[in-house]
Nanobody, 124 residues
Framework: VQLQAFGGGLVQAGDSLRLSCVVS????????MAWFRRTPGEGREFVAS????????LYAEPVKGRFTISRDDAKNTVYLEMDSLKPEDTAVYLC??????????????????WGQGTEVTVSS
């Protein structure tokens, strides 16, 4: 299973950005998909997840109300729409997946497959 994330860039505070992650291999519709982010000197921080069939969506507190996760099973793609960006959102954003066992997962070690990440920089 391979994951490729793209869509990052340099934006100003208050701007919006949409990240995409395309998955190849495996059966996408059965996966729990998530976004994490990593900052220099820090580990991977959970951002958002979406279950198969989009029945469950979970967000980390710092991004609630500003970020929206979605998926398109026909395109094997998961998206992260990020609005009202803040400088503290600056990070490398990583997409990840695992088979959905009908429960949420917010720990990085709970996921099996990872993409290479896409960098987001928010200037003040």
């Amino acid at each position: 299973v391979q994951l490729q994330a793209f869509g990052g860039g340099l934006v100003q505070a208050g701007d919006s950005l949409r990240l995409s992650c395309v998955v190849s291999g495996g059966i996408f519709k059965y996966y729990l998909m998530a976004w994490f982010r990593r900052t220099p000197g820090e580990g991977r921080e959970f951002v958002a997840s979406i279950s198969r069939n989009a029945g469950r969506r979970l967000y980390a507190e710092p991004v609630k109300g500003r970020f929206t996760i979605s998926r398109d099973d026909a395109k094997n793609t998961v998206y992260l729409e990020m609005d009202s960006l803040k400088p503290e959102d600056t990070a490398v954003y990583l997409c990840t997946s695992r088979v959905d066992y009908d429960r949420d997962a917010t720990g990085a070690l709970e996921y099996d497959y990872w993409g290479q990440g896409t960098e987001v920089t928010v200037s003040s």
